[in-house]
């Protein structure tokens, strides 16, 4: 897994939470992977693929943890990736992993994966209400 800045890691947190401008500057300063992710996250099928096919199956995993696929959870952790795992936990509601990235040193994964639970909430929201339209991305 790439190791990024944190003000990186903030950013990315804030173009999940919509933020248009942040997400396609992640795409356009050699953080692509950042900002296809947020497409993967509101369910953009070319993102989710380019995500699988260009080295960031990690990335994937932490999006389909966090819609509760719990064989994703567990590739992340056999894979060493314990804070994407985490981070995936977090997205499907879990608070304990939620603490442990705050107490591991992983604040702004907490951040991220804070993000990535609103959205996957708001997604799952929206599906349900027969009188939204689709608003995201």
């Not at 992983?106 to 689709?134: G, M, T, W």
Request: net charge neutral; charged share 25%.
């Amino acid at each position: 897994m790439i190791q990024y800045p944190a003000k990186i890691l903030v950013a990315w947190a804030e173009a999940i939470r919509g933020n248009k401008k942040i997400r396609d500057w992640l795409i356009a300063n050699g953080y692509k992977e950042l900002g296809l992710f947020v497409f993967a996250v509101y369910h953009n099928e070319e993102a989710r693929t380019w995500l699988m096919k260009n080295g960031h199956p990690h990335l994937m995993a932490t999006i389909t943890g966090a819609e509760g696929d719990k064989n994703a959870i567990i590739w992340l952790q056999k894979n060493g990736l314990e804070p994407l795992a985490k981070m995936a936990l977090v997205g499907d509601g879990n608070n304990a992993a939620f603490e442990w990235l705050k107490q591991n040193g992983h604040p702004e994964l907490a951040l991220v994966a804070k993000r990535i639970e609103f959205v996957k909430d708001e997604i799952e929201q929206d599906n349900n209400d027969h009188h939204s339209i689709n608003k995201h991305t």
